[in-house]
Nanobody, 116 residues
Framework: QVHVVESGGGLVQPGGSLTLSCTASGSIPGFNVMGWYRQAPGKEREMVATITNAGWTKYADSAEGRFTISRESGWNTMYLQMKSLKPEDTAVYYC??????????WGQGTQVTVSS
């Protein structure tokens, strides 16, 4: 079983920065993709950024140029550095780990609120 836990959410002013962290534990498969997703009130959950255990990254258009996803060398800790935050970035952010069989594991989510 794999467990993922997010941390680092909070309230930030527009234009500010915030870094989210996610730690995976348990029987982590050798091949996996970790990612950040978010869900705003009344909207569907959407992909923000993903990173493979080989370091390949993918970003949503809304995150490109403002957000940076990274993983520690041990591969079980992931970060999302967010800069130039906008009110429309307000959402619950979820950590996801997907293995080679497309089995997914989700964290409980962390709230990010961008407001003055």
């Amino acid at each position: 079983q794999v467990h993922v836990v997010e941390s680092g959410g909070g309230l930030v002013q527009p234009g500010g920065s915030l870094t989210l962290s996610c730690t995976a534990s348990g029987s982590i498969p050798g091949f996996n993709v970790m990612g950040w997703y978010r869900q705003a009130p009344g909207k569907e959950r959407e992909m923000v950024a993903t990173i493979t255990n080989a370091g390949w990254t993918k970003y949503a258009d809304s995150a490109e140029g403002r957000f940076t996803i990274s993983r520690e060398s041990g591969w079980n800790t992931m970060y999302l550095q967010m800069k130039s935050l906008k009110p429309e970035d307000t959402a619950v952010y979820y950590c996801n780990l997907r293995d080679g069989r497309n089995v997914e594991y989700w964290g409980q989510g962390t709230q990010v609120t961008v407001s003055s």
